[in-house]
């Protein structure tokens, strides 16, 4: 598979024609919505005949929210070591709210990928809650009655493993934690379960903010049976535009992690999707979630380029909305896909996690393909 970037004057029939490929092999490979139509700057992924898996194999897991549409889970499937929908709710006392994912399940033991449980600190209304996640690592009862829930709901769900995602966890909660990572191994193992760890994106071990402080890469990374490095988000929500996972910064969190723990222990996050900012940007507004596919049509449909910026190996654009308002779009393609893959052969990673795989990136997909295997475990 190559990448090719369009240029001023090209056509999709042009293109397919100089590759020796069908317009119609370029439309699905690439989600166009408007065929006649092309972005300058827009990247295509491009069959050469050349087979995948050029830098070896490594693990795979996904996120996915329950209600990922049938035929798009069927698209990532074959691609996934791990399937992990989100997420068990936990709530003070150790009681968990299910997800409702049995569908998502029934699905990946069909393609042979190993279910995951996800469990998180998450309010009902949204958001992480550092009382909750205190509840749970401080009060003896409430942790009996969470492991308790989780290995029977591993059992009744017939889970490979479970994947912990406590967040904003206090600084002073944070050796409570290292504690209950090894005691739900302990748990687990005998039912022959894995146990991962999402971690936040640290730099330096004693990195401040409630984000990161509780989260220890070292002690973490030598309990757990993997980690789930989550790499996004630097760009986010209500915050100022830019990539959500610049390479150069994904690349500094993984130059400390590997000196903190087992390399063949860490997936790597990895974002799908962008964000639309209105401009100026202003403290407290929201950018606007978009698809990586939808950005590209976005771009075509306002007729501007589409640029790439070289030091976060990132694509985007600027355009002008109806009522006047500027507007810039940073998103993922089959070029950034790639140099955060390169990261994974660099440092010999376990492997990625997707966040997530609810909505449709091909380029994605194929890419991940063309540069890796998908291990399997059973």
């Known amino acids: 598979m190559k990448i090719y970037v369009v240029r001023p004057g090209d056509s999709l029939y ?22 006649e139509h092309l972005a300058v700057g827009q990247t295509l992924v491009i ?42 709710m936990a709530d003070a006392a150790g009681g968990l709210t299910p997800p409702g994912d049995e569908a998502l399940i029934t699905a990946a033991y069909r393609q042979n990928v190993a279910p995951m449980m996800s469990v998180a600190n998450l309010r009902p209304a949204g958001g992480f809650s550092s009382d909750i996640a205190h509840a749970l690592l401080t009060d003896a009862t409430a942790q009996d009655t969470l492991i308790n829930n989780i290995v029977a709901s591993v059992r009744e769900h017939d889970y ?7 967040e904003y966890v206090y600084s002073f909660d944070r050796e409570s934690y290292n504690q209950f990572t090894k005691r739900l191994v ?13 971690l936040a994106p640290k730099i330096r071990a ?49 130059e400390y992690a590997v000196t903190e723990m087992p390399r063949g222990k860490i997936l790597m996050g990895f974002s799908n999707y962008g964000y639309d900012w209105t ?14 596919a939808g950005a590209v049509t976005l771009a075509v449909m306002k007729r501007v380029a589409i640029n790439f910026d070289e030091t ?45 795989i609810n909505n449709l990136f091909r380029q994605g997909i194929l890419t991940q393909e063309s540069m890796f295997g998908t291990k399997k475990v059973f």
Not at 186 to 198: D, K, M
Not at 332 to 338: F, I, P, Q, T
């Open 14 to 35: 042009a293109i397919a024609r100089r590759n020796g490929v069908s317009v119609d092999t370029l439309v699905y490979n690439n989600q166009i919505a408007f065929p």
């Open 47 to 88: 069959p050469d005949g050349t087979s995948g898996g050029a830098m070896g194999e490594m693990e795979v897991n996904a996120y996915a929210y329950p209600s990922i549409q049938d035929d798009v889970l069927a698209e990532y499937l074959p691609y996934l070591t791990y399937l992990t929908p989100f997420t068990w």
């Open 160 to 166: 490979y493993g479970v994947i912990m995602d406590l």
């Open 186 to 198: 302990g748990v687990l193992h005998p039912l022959g379960c894995l146990l991962g760890v999402a």
């Open 206 to 254: 004693d990195q401040e903010g409630l984000l990161y402080e509780a989260h220890d890469y070292a002690a973490q990374g030598a309990t757990a049976d993997f980690v789930v490095l989550m790499t996004y988000e630097w760009g986010y929500l209500y915050g100022p535009p830019q990539a959500v996972s610049p390479v150069n910064q994904v690349r500094r969190v993984i």
């Open 279 to 292: 401009l100026p940007w202003r403290q407290g507004n929201a950018a606007r979630v978009v698809t990586n």
């Open 312 to 356: 976060a190996q990132a694509p985007f654009f600027n355009y002008t909305d109806t009522e006047g308002l500027r507007h810039v779009v940073w998103f993922e393609d089959a070029r950034s896909v790639r140099a955060r893959l390169a990261l994974v052969s660099e440092f010999n990673l376990r492997g990625i996690s997707w966040w997530t």
